[in-house]
């Protein structure tokens, strides 16, 4: 049918990047089939990727009425929460994705990391890493987040360990060399903290 042609096109351009055009392509074939929920997730997607997370929210809630309890549904609706500040949402969101799914490591920590990146919920924040992290031991990414909220937590040494441990299982990467700067200045290491800081900047 002419809906899937659209949504063929959609997603060859989202493979290339090209997101504004998907959008175009998702969108026609929204017109067409109003109840498939692979579309309004579709569309969602990529206007999230476009930077467009508050116009992202309506097709992905609708994705998530049509198609309740869709796992990909409700981990693109709970990133767009996190990037509009939605919180509280998010947090629920990614909540009842989790006892969905609860060996979803990826689910356990976006809720870790958005907690501890805000500062709430901080307790909360460290158990679900913490099992992300024992689901995924060597995964880099969840080791920064363990470290990140051990450090908001303010048990400087542990995050340290490791944060220097996530460093060297991804290189330079510059927001984990900047978590780790954070805590080398706290803990008064201000050499360390500035090369890794230039590192970061680099």
């Excluded at 074939?29 to 929920?37: D, K, S, T, V």
């Excluded at 799914?101 to 870790?112: C, I, M, Q, T, V």
């Excluded at 051990?150 to 990467?173: P, S, Y």
Aim: proline share 4%; net charge negative; with cysteine.
């Amino acid at each position: 049918t002419l809906a899937v042609a659209w949504v063929t096109l959609g997603v060859m351009d989202s493979e290339t990047k090209e997101y504004a055009s998907a959008i175009v392509s998702f969108e026609r074939a929204r017109g067409l089939l109003p109840e498939n929920p692979e579309i309004h997730l579709l569309l969602g997607a990529a206007q999230l990727q476009t930077g467009d997370a508050a116009g992202a929210r309506a097709p992905l809630r609708e994705s998530i009425r049509l198609r309740p309890g869709h796992p990909r549904s409700l981990m693109t609706l709970g990133m767009a929460l996190e990037k509009t500040n939605e919180i509280e949402e998010a947090r629920s969101i990614f909540r009842e994705l989790i006892e969905i799914d609860p060996k979803s490591a990826e689910a356990r920590n976006y809720l870790g990391y958005l907690l501890a990146d805000r500062g709430v919920h901080l307790e909360e924040s460290l158990r679900e890493i913490e099992k992300a992290v024992e689901l995924e031991p060597e995964n880099g990414f969840f080791i920064d987040s363990l470290g990140w909220v051990l450090f908001r937590l303010g048990r400087l040494e542990e995050a340290t360990v490791h944060l220097e441990k996530a460093c060297r299982l991804l290189g330079d990467d510059p927001t984990i060399l900047d978590h780790l700067g954070e805590v080398y200045a706290a803990r008064g290491m201000h050499g360390p903290a500035r090369d890794v800081w230039r590192r970061a900047l680099d």
